[in-house]
């Protein structure tokens, strides 16, 4: 490091594929929606005021860029017998290898395009495993953000229900009026990618404009796993100074929306979770895969990075 807080690219040793990561600058946030907002959810609130320490987090989501250099290092499908095989002690070779994801079954992608799209269909472990394998080969810690960051960070200073203009009472799928009427998200397809205007896949990143700290697809495009549990009463328990969630639960917070959710789900306040079950509802292998999701097609993730303190 420098000692400079500023914008800075990573290079991932031993390729040419290179990320940002921008300065999230410290300080305090009103975590949640006010009751009054219009398509708010219970386990949204209550509002809680926030503290946060400075920290670094990707400018867009993990690309297949990426993800697949971790593939390609780490893969099981990849390695020899030799690299595999466990040394007469029962211990691997390496103590310190990280083993990465078998081969996915199907096209992760979807057909939708690889290169600096949004990486999808990994597990919540496999996200992990990336964070922990990235920060070996780095030198760098990497994680992935916790709720309380990833709100800070999409919201950019902003107490509004998005980070941008706009009024979720106005394309709220449960208002009878718009029942009725029709409803208009125009105002959020200049800012997001979602159901209404993504073609129902994922769009590469820089094609829809930055928050105001300078973070791509906060809302919208993939939804992002966060390294909390999930837990709907996770907010009420008073003000926090650097969270990290609950101590126990069974599935993990999902946030931000993606190309298939509705308008009011790119809220900043919008909480979601895994659902891994589901997700691995048609996976045919036994057991099923701890990579790869067979069903679960817009969820994907970015890093961040603890700030260097001067």
């Known amino acids: 490091d420098s000692g400079k807080f500023e914008k800075y690219t990573e290079t991932i040793p031993g390729t ?14 009103e975590m949640g ?13 209550p509002v ?21 250099a971790f593939y390609s290092a780490t893969s099981t499908g ?7 095989q466990p040394e007469g002690n029962g211990e691997s070779a ?34 992990e495993t990336y ?27 902003k107490k509004t229900p998005f980070w941008f203009e706009g009024d979720p009472a106005k394309f709220n799928r449960a208002s009878l009026k718009n029942r009725i009427f029709g409803i208009d998200d125009s105002p959020v397809r200049k800012f997001a990618w979602f159901r209404s205007n993504s073609g129902g896949k994922t769009q590469p990143p820089y094609t829809t404009p930055a928050n ?36 126990s639960g069974s599935e993990h917070v999902v946030r931000g929306g993606s190309f298939a959710s509705e308008a009011t789900d790119l809220r900043s306040a919008a909480r979601d979770r895994t659902y891994t079950d589901q997700w691995l509802s048609t996976d045919p292998q036994s057991p099923k895969s701890i990579w790869w999701y067979s069903d679960s097609k817009d969820v994907g993730f970015r890093v961040v990075r603890e700030a260097t303190e001067e």
């Open 78 to 84: 990849a390695k020899t017998a030799a690299e595999t």
């Open 48 to 68: 809680r005021m926030v503290k946060r320490k400075r920290f670094y987090m990707g400018e867009i989501e993990v690309s297949w860029r990426e993800f697949f």
């Open 94 to 127: 390496d103590p310190d290898a990280i083993t990465g994801p078998t081969p996915p079954y199907g096209a992760p992608d979807q057909g939708w395009g690889r290169g600096l799209r949004p990486a999808i269909t990994m597990s919540w472990h496999a996200a």
């Open 212 to 247: 105001p700290w300078g973070l791509y697809n906060m809302s919208g495009n993939v939804k992002e796993f966060c390294s909390d549990l999930y837990a709907p009463d996770a907010y009420g328990r008073g003000a926090a100074e650097n969270p990290s969630g609950p101590q």
């Open 16 to 29: 040419t594929v290179t990320f940002n990561m921008i300065p999230i600058p410290g300080g305090s946030f």
């Open 33 to 45: 929606s006010p009751e009054s907002e219009a398509a708010r959810r219970s386990d949204e609130g």
């Open 131 to 157: 964070c922990r394998w990235l920060s070996k080969v780095t030198g760098k810690t990497y994680r992935l953000p916790t709720e309380a960051e990833w709100e800070y960070a999409c919201r950019a200073g």
